[in-house]
C-alpha cells in the first residue's frame, strides 16, 4: 500500500515537519507519494509578473483563483518550476531517494482538454 501526503502550499505552511515525517516513513519502508500544494507561490509570482489575480466565490461561500491562461502559465511556473523543485531538494537532503513529476510528465493526469501524447 502506498501512503499519500498532502502538503499544502498556504503561507502558513511549513514543509520542513512534513518532510522529516515523510523521510521516517521511508526509512521503515513505506512507499510514499507526496502532492503539494502552492497557492503562495503562485500568488507571489503573480505579483512579482504584475498581474492581478481574480477570484471567484460559489454560492456555498467557497473562493478560488480563476485561472485563465496568463495566470495558468505563472501557475505552471510556480508549481513544476519552484515548489516541486525546492520540496525534491528537501526530500533529498533528508536522504529520501526522491524525484519530482508535474501531471503532464509521462501523461500522468489527463482529462477534457488535454492534448493527446504523440
Not at 10 to 38: F, N, Q, R, S, W
Not at 89 to 110: C, I, K, M, P, Y
Amino acid at each position: 500500500m502506498t501512503v499519500v501526503v498532502k502538503i499544502g502550499g498556504a503561507k502558513a505552511v511549513d514543509p520542513t515537519g512534513a518532510v522529516a515525517d515523510i523521510a521516517a516513513l521511508v526509512d521503515e519502508g513505506e512507499a510514499v507519494t507526496v502532492v503539494h500544494g502552492g497557492s503562495t507561490a503562485v500568488d507571489d509570482l503573480l505579483d512579482r509578473l504584475g498581474i492581478d489575480p481574480t477570484y471567484v466565490e460559489t454560492p456555498g461561500g467557497v473562493v478560488g483563483r480563476f485561472t485563465d491562461e496568463e495566470t495558468m502559465e505563472a501557475f505552471t511556473m510556480a508549481m513544476a518550476g519552484k515548489v516541486n523543485t525546492e520540496l525534491v531538494a528537501a526530500f533529498r537532503e533528508a536522504g529520501v531517494d526522491a524525484l519530482g513529476l508535474s501531471g503532464v510528465d509521462g501523461g500522468l493526469l489527463t482529462g477534457p482538454g488535454s492534448r493527446p501524447s504523440a
